[in-house]
């Protein structure tokens, strides 16, 4: 009887995973799979007729190719910046005792603000101040949204790091400079690299903040929207299908190296 129930909890919850994974994962698919079809009509094509003319298309679309350089510049500076500052945050956590929980709590509560309000309040902020929209504003914006997950996943890599490798260290004298570079460093480097990748991929495919913060330049999303409002070419579809493929492509990168951390590597000869 016991293994009859526990047999039918693990169908259902196959069955619930299943059915979860197919929500998330249907419209981005039908929207690749859209991205083949030659037709000006979106729709689902038939295999004989899968084409790539959309995405010979592409480099043609001067908007959508300036501002797809517009928000991988923004993506990258972002990246590099919110893994710096995640990564000194974690630091201090590390460090802390009695305030972890507060300082844990400060860092990622722009986590949890709307990215309309968190939009619409900066955009405020900068015009009061005299600031003009620009790709500056856009990458302060970004920066507050993908820090907190970078930091979380930069201190879910401090848990290689024991105590007892750094008091270890500094018994034999190595200073607090040469106990982070020799041995935190090397532990967290997989998690520095996942929050790097994650930080980009969460800047280049954000909307919301950019649509209140962007300038002249838009960004690649903003684009897209306004793209799609107007009834533009089906070229659009094959520039979601190639961002879709390169974010999949990113985050099996992430995977790959959270599995196996040495994958990549020159084994010794």
């Known amino acids: 009887m016991m293994i009859h129930e526990g047999l039918a909890n693990r169908i259902l919850l196959w069955a619930i995973t299943i059915a979860g994974l197919i929500v998330i994962y249907a419209p981005p698919l039908y929207l690749l799979a859209v991205s083949f079809n030659p037709a000006l009509q979106p729709g689902l094509p038939r295999l004989s007729d899968l084409s790539l003319t959309w995405y010979a298309a592409l480099p043609k679309e001067r908007a959508l190719v300036g501002a797809l350089q517009q928000s991988l510049i923004i993506a990258t500076v ?56 620009s790709s500056l504003t856009v990458i302060a914006g970004h920066l507050l949204w993908a820090m907190p997950f970078a930091f979380i996943v930069i201190l879910t890599s401090f848990a290689a790091v024991r105590r007892s490798y750094l008091v270890a260290a500094a018994d034999l004298g190595a200073t607090r400079w040469r106990q982070f570079v020799d041995i935190t460093l090397p532990l967290i480097r997989p998690g520095l690299v996942s929050a790097f990748i994650f930080s980009f991929l969460l800047s280049l495919n954000e909307f919301t903040r950019a649509f209140y913060l962007a300038g002249r330049q838009n960004t690649l999303p903003v684009v897209l929207f306004g793209k799609m409002n107007s009834g533009a070419s089906p070229v659009i579809y094959a520039m979601s299908g190639a961002i879709f493929l390169a974010s999949v492509a990113c985050v099996a990168l992430i995977a790959i190296r959270s599995i196996w951390p040495g994958a990549g590597k020159r084994s010794p000869r």
Request: charged content about 10%.
């Open 78 to 133: 972002t990246a590099v910046m919110a893994t710096g500052m995640s990564l000194l945050a974690a630091l201090a956590y590390f460090e802390l005792r009695a305030q972890r929980t507060a300082w844990f709590l400060t860092v990622i509560l722009p986590m949890f603000v709307p990215g309309v309000i968190q939009g619409l309040a900066l955009s405020a902020v900068f015009t009061r101040s005299g600031i003009k929209a």
